[in-house]
């Protein structure tokens, strides 16, 4: 069944109270319902060269890519569209690789990155490193990426509890990134969405600042007016020490419903009948 879907949007990036510049970089697509979030790293300034490369590739690649599907009136199931972030995000990684053979100051430039695709009632969430997706269903909010780090490793060990993670000196130590190798590992993951659903994106710089139980708070508090509550997510982060740029996308699905059938389905269906 098909269905039509209302999406809100918003995005906020800054520099925090510690950092020089800023290094995260978001791009949303609202024609094509897709948003990308990366946090760069690197000395002279590369992180930032490569975060705004992974994010202006994988978008232009992907809307490219769904263009073409339209135009061809292509079937998008979910492996498809999985399929198709994960095409973008190799993009992306090879342009960083591109740009780094050919300018060496970005040499050893790389960045996080964390993106997502909604079709339908559908949405297909992609990562690579530690920055992060939540969904807040019915006043409950859920982290559905893990984290690429070595912590998380430490957790999934038992060396570590969850709890003292946020504190933990080697939190920032990723295990996968783009701009590293030709390669890159990116996991990806479909969801069902409901209407109400609000899904976060944000960089290690929202995450580290806030724990979860706050973010969900301040989402309970806030559903309906999601520029200002990128603000306050930021500002809240901020408060508690902004050791790290900040960025957080938000995506709320305004509805969804099924759409209404063309005439020429509902006229084979009487048939039928």
Same mark, same amino acid.
């Given at each position: 069944?098909?269905?039509?879907?209302?999406?809100?949007?918003?995005?906020?990036?800054?520099?925090?109270?510690?950092?020089?510049?800023?290094?995260?970089?978001?791009?949303?697509?609202?024609?094509?319902?897709?948003?990308?979030?990366?946090?760069?790293?690197?000395?002279? $300034?590369?992180?930032?060269?490569?975060?705004?490369?992974?994010?202006?590739?994988?978008?232009?690649?992907?809307?490219?890519?769904?263009?073409?599907?339209?135009?061809?009136?292509?079937?998008?199931?979910?492996?498809?569209?999985?399929?198709?972030?994960?095409? =973008?995000?190799?993009?992306? $990684?090879?342009?960083?690789?591109?740009?780094?053979?050919?300018?060496?100051?970005?040499?050893?430039?790389?960045?996080?990155?964390?993106?997502?695709?909604?079709?339908?009632?559908?949405?297909?969430?992609?990562?690579?490193?530690?920055?992060?997706?939540?969904?807040?269903?019915?006043?409950?909010?859920?982290?559905?990426?893990?984290?690429?780090?070595?912590?998380?490793?430490?957790?999934?060990?038992?060396?570590?509890?969850?709890?003292?993670?946020?504190?933990?000196?080697?939190?920032?130590?990723?295990?996968?990134?783009?701009? #590293?190798?030709?390669?890159?590992?990116?996991?990806?993951?479909?969801?069902?969405?409901?209407?109400?659903?609000?899904?976060?994106?944000?960089?290690?710089?929202?995450?580290?600042?806030?724990?979860?139980?706050?973010?969900?708070?301040?989402?309970?508090?806030?559903?309906?007016?999601?520029?200002?509550?990128? =603000?306050?997510?930021?500002?809240?982060?901020?408060? $508690?020490?902004?050791?790290?740029?900040?960025?957080?996308?938000? #995506?709320?699905?305004?509805?969804?419903?099924?759409?209404?059938?063309?005439?020429?389905?509902?006229?084979?269906?009487?048939?039928?009948?």
């Amino acid at each position: 069944m098909t269905y039509s879907v209302e999406l809100q949007f918003a995005a906020k990036t800054d520099t925090g109270l510690v950092r020089a510049h800023n290094e995260d970089a978001v791009e949303i697509s609202e024609v094509h319902k897709a948003v990308v979030l990366a946090d760069g790293m690197g000395g002279y $300034n590369a992180g930032e060269i490569a975060s705004g490369i992974a994010t202006t590739v994988f978008r232009a690649a992907l809307e490219q890519q769904l263009q073409q599907v339209q135009e061809k009136g292509r079937a998008t199931s979910s492996k498809s569209l999985q399929r198709l972030v994960v095409d =973008s995000v190799s993009a992306a $990684n090879e342009q960083i690789l591109e740009v780094a053979r050919i300018q060496p100051q970005y040499s050893g430039m790389g960045t996080t990155l964390v993106a997502a695709l909604f079709h339908h009632d559908r949405v297909v969430v992609a990562h690579v490193g530690d920055s992060r997706a939540y969904r807040f269903r019915r006043g409950q909010l859920t982290q559905i990426t893990r984290d690429h780090s070595q912590l998380q490793e430490q957790i999934d060990a038992g060396l570590v509890s969850p709890e003292w993670a946020r504190f933990a000196p080697n939190k920032n130590l990723i295990t996968r990134a783009l701009g #590293v190798a030709a390669q890159v590992d990116v996991e990806v993951h479909d969801y069902q969405t409901e209407g109400g659903d609000i899904y976060l994106l944000c960089s290690d710089g929202l995450s580290d600042m806030l724990g979860s139980e706050q973010m969900s708070a301040m989402l309970a508090d806030n559903d309906t007016d999601l520029e200002l509550l990128c =603000s306050s997510l930021v500002q809240a982060a901020n408060d $508690n020490g902004g050791r790290d740029n900040i960025s957080v996308i938000l #995506v709320q699905v305004v509805s969804s419903m099924p759409a209404p059938k063309a005439w020429w389905e509902r006229l084979a269906a009487s048939f039928k009948s």
